[in-house]
């Protein structure tokens, strides 16, 4: 749902809360990422039928419907036969492999490196998909870059966590012995689990 709604790898905080949500089921569900702020900065009312059914081809198998199923699920929506969330859970879960569209093999794909990123503990919501697609070369390309994104946001943490141990802007190089206020450059370095400097106001690790 994230995927053929946002276009990109779901948030691991946004899933840890929908697994909580047993009550409901995946068109309901739907609907509500339907509604989200997010979904409707992405799909403003202006936009018509036609474009909403072609993005969500888009999201989801990263080619443009076919004629027939554009054809019919405008018609769905126009006639207000079928909602919006009920066309992309049936679109989701009619997705097949054919002589020339690997439209299954593309979500799975997409759903693996989601799955990766949610795993990694991420909750970027800028993280698209657009680059997965049958192949598994694209795959590990997709998984290489979470685990970079990955690794920046725990450096970034950690720095943070021991930049919040000073009391103050350091603006000299410290020495393990020099007590910087209301931490010790031992205590930075224990919280962090490592060696670690500090010049200016950074956090360097030695």
Do not use: C, H
């Not at 992405?42 to 990263?62: K, S």
């Not at 990955?150 to 930049?163: L, P, Q, R, V």
């Amino acid at each position: 749902l994230y995927t053929a709604t946002f276009n990109r790898a779901a948030d691991a905080d946004g899933v840890a809360y929908w697994e909580t949500q047993t009550q409901l089921d995946q068109t309901q569900m739907a609907n509500s990422f339907v509604i989200s702020a997010e979904a409707v900065a992405l799909y403003p009312a202006t936009q018509t039928n036609t474009e909403y059914v072609t993005a969500i081809y888009n999201n989801l198998f990263g080619r443009l419907p076919d004629a027939e199923g554009l054809a019919y699920w405008v018609a769905e929506l126009d006639g207000g036969v079928t909602a919006k969330e009920s066309m992309i859970v049936a679109i989701v879960n009619g997705a097949i492999d054919t002589a020339t569209t690997f439209d299954n093999t593309i979500l799975d794909n997409k759903t693996t490196v989601s799955t990766y990123f949610v795993d990694a503990g991420l909750n970027l919501t800028d993280f698209l998909l657009d680059t997965v697609t049958e192949d598994l070369a694209t795959v590990t390309a997709a998984n290489t870059a979470v685990t970079s994104v990955a690794t920046t946001a725990a450096n970034d943490a950690t720095i943070a966590s021991a930049n919040a141990l000073l009391s103050f802007p350091i603006t000299t190089l410290l020495n393990n012995d020099t007590n910087t206020g209301t931490a010790t450059i031992d205590s930075v370095s224990n919280a962090v689990g490592g060696d670690v400097a500090i010049i200016g106001s950074n956090v360097v690790f030695i």
